[in-house]
């Protein structure tokens, strides 16, 4: 007996998505047309067509006029316009540049390991990273990686980045961002972050922890972010 009682078009939707996941269907590639995927899987083109509008709103897909339908590929401005919400004081989004302060593989903490999911102890990347928007230091973050789904991950330490994570997360390693669950805290700075940001032990800063999470709804990235906002603020879109 089938006990999956979801409508057709969101199980489409599912089988849609694992071939994304699994990379059947990769970054950029033109999928088939609704017609021929309603065929193999033997559904109407109008579900074909709702599955398709339910991987469009969760921004896997992109639809363009007269070309036909293809899998999202992150790009630096992507990456920063749906994940990147620190705004100047007049809401002026900028794209800010990245210093990798450190980056190195070790066990995790329990902590860490229970927000990807991993065993306590199990191996994962670190990085420290300064991002700059204009001529300050603003942006103070540490990102832990599962380093079994990126393995060799590396980045070269006090050298600019040209590129968003996300877009090396899916470039080198196959690992697409698909959402982000975020948790903000207003906190004192300590005397380490505030060395980094230029502050005073005790400067306020919004704490910001992101679990990032794959095409596949499983958690790939924990990030903490600590924002100096003298002159930025964080911008939430409610929609």
């Given at each position: 007996?089938?006990?999956?009682?979801?409508?057709?078009?969101?199980?489409?939707?599912?089988?849609?998505?694992?071939?994304?996941?699994?990379?059947?269907?990769?970054?950029?590639?033109?999928?088939?047309?609704?017609?021929?995927?309603?065929?193999?899987?033997?559904?109407?083109?109008?579900?074909?067509?709702?599955?398709?509008?339910?991987?469009?709103?969760?921004?896997?897909?992109?639809?363009?006029?007269?070309?036909?339908?293809?899998?999202?590929?992150?790009?630096?401005?992507?990456?920063?316009?749906?994940?990147?919400?620190?705004?100047?004081?007049?809401?002026?989004?900028?794209?800010?540049?990245?210093?990798?302060?450190?980056?190195?593989?070790?066990?995790?903490?329990?902590?860490?390991?229970?927000?990807?999911?991993?065993?306590?102890?199990?191996?994962?990347?670190?990085?420290?990273?300064?991002?700059?928007?204009?001529?300050?230091?603003?942006?103070?973050?540490r990102i832990l990686?599962?380093?079994?789904?990126?393995?060799?991950?590396?980045?070269?330490?006090?050298?600019?980045?040209?590129?968003?994570?996300?877009?090396?997360?899916?470039?080198?390693?196959?690992?697409?961002?698909?959402?982000?669950?975020?948790?903000?805290?207003?906190?004192?700075?300590?005397?380490?972050q505030a060395a980094k940001?230029?502050?005073?032990?005790?400067?306020?800063?919004?704490?910001?922890?992101?679990?990032?999470?794959?095409?596949?709804?499983?958690?790939?990235?924990?990030?903490?972010?600590?924002?100096?906002?003298?002159?930025?603020?964080?911008?939430?879109?409610?929609?």
């Amino acid at each position: 007996m089938n006990l999956d009682r979801r409508p057709l078009y969101a199980r489409t939707a599912e089988i849609l998505t694992s071939r994304i996941a699994d990379g059947t269907w990769a970054p950029g590639a033109l999928i088939p047309a609704e017609p021929e995927i309603a065929l193999e899987l033997g559904v109407s083109p109008g579900t074909v067509r709702k599955a398709l509008d339910a991987l469009e709103r969760r921004r896997l897909i992109e639809r363009r006029q007269g070309r036909g339908t293809f899998v999202a590929a992150h790009t630096s401005e992507r990456a920063l316009f749906h994940f990147f919400r620190i705004v100047d004081l007049r809401d002026g989004r900028h794209a800010p540049t990245s210093l990798v302060l450190d980056c190195r593989t070790g066990p995790t903490t329990a902590h860490d390991a229970a927000a990807l999911e991993l065993e306590p102890g199990a191996e994962v990347h670190r990085v420290e990273r300064l991002r700059v928007l204009g001529a300050e230091a603003v942006i103070l973050e540490r990102i832990l990686l599962p380093a079994a789904r990126f393995p060799g991950f590396a980045l070269p330490v006090l050298t600019e980045m040209s590129d968003e994570l996300y877009v090396l997360y899916q470039r080198d390693h196959g690992v697409t961002i698909a959402r982000a669950e975020e948790r903000l805290a207003a906190i004192a700075a300590n005397e380490a972050q505030a060395a980094k940001l230029n502050l005073w032990p005790g400067a306020p800063l919004l704490e910001i922890q992101r679990v990032a999470f794959d095409i596949a709804d499983r958690p790939v990235e924990r990030r903490v972010t600590w924002v100096d906002t003298r002159s930025h603020r964080y911008l939430a879109q409610l929609d």
